[in-house]
T-cell receptor, first 118, second 116 residues
């Protein structure tokens, strides 16, 4: 099956620093990747849609200058949390779309990255 | 309005029994897909089952089946013969096809606990 990896799986950083999270599709080319955020005991909220070679589309209320997304290749999208603050602490999950799979199970999730900002 | 509603924050089921997790949805798109995911404590999202809006039959995948009632806009997940390893969060999600966005809208989830 299609595999999506995320790195790092967890990260602790100081307030004010920037953190980069990588999302990779390991065995397929992902034209579209999605970044979700999940607070403890809550649902996944879409932050942005990342399309290879173009600018990401951000959901309402998500600061694009704070959450920088780069989808430079068909297998890699990165999310950079700039000047992180404690309120940015969350579980970040990416998913990648494999268009060759059709409608059914075309979106595959990474294992997530737990960010803790001190 | 919420696109996906899961009204059961938590459910308990005895091992080997069946359990139904509720999900209702709201969309004006005639073409959509409904998904169920399992999220154990490790955090990964595990795909369980899919139902397309035009599918005539209810989807089944092993012990998982989807009770799709289109007129009621419900897509309940039925887990048969529950196992201890089924204890996890379960999320219902929807993708609207005609918008072309392809992103998923998630419900708030149901925490299932299987009792030995």
């Amino acid at each position: 099956g299609a595999v999506v990896s995320q790195h790092p799986s967890w990260v602790i950083c100081k307030s004010g620093t920037s953190v980069k999270i990588e999302c990779r599709s390991l065995d397929f080319q992902a034209t579209t990747m999605f970044w979700y955020r999940q607070f403890p005991k809550q649902s996944l909220m879409l932050m942005a849609t990342s399309n290879e070679g173009s600018k990401a589309t951000y959901e309402q209320g998500v600061e694009k200058d704070k959450f920088l997304i780069n989808h430079a290749s068909l297998t890699l999208s990165t999310l950079t949390v700039t000047s992180a603050h404690p309120e940015d602490s969350s579980f970040y999950i990416c998913s990648a779309r494999d268009p060759s799979r059709g409608q059914m199970n075309e979106q595959f999730f990474g294992p997530g990255t737990r960010l803790t900002v001190l | 309005a919420q696109k996906i509603t899961q009204t059961q924050p938590g459910m308990f089921v005895q091992e080997k029994e069946a359990v139904t997790l509720d999900c209702t949805y709201d969309t004006s798109d005639p073409s959509y897909g409904l998904f169920w995911y399992k999220q154990p404590s490790s955090g990964e999202m595990i795909f369980l089952i899919y139902q397309g809006s035009y599918d005539q039959q209810n989807a089944t995948e092993g012990r998982y089946s989807l009770n799709f009632q289109k007129a009621r806009k419900s897509a309940n997940l039925v887990i048969s013969a529950s196992q201890l390893g089924d204890s996890a969060m379960y999320f219902c999600a929807m993708r609207e096809t005609q918008t072309g966005a392809n992103n998923l809208f998630f419900g708030t989830g149901t925490r299932l606990t299987v009792i030995p």
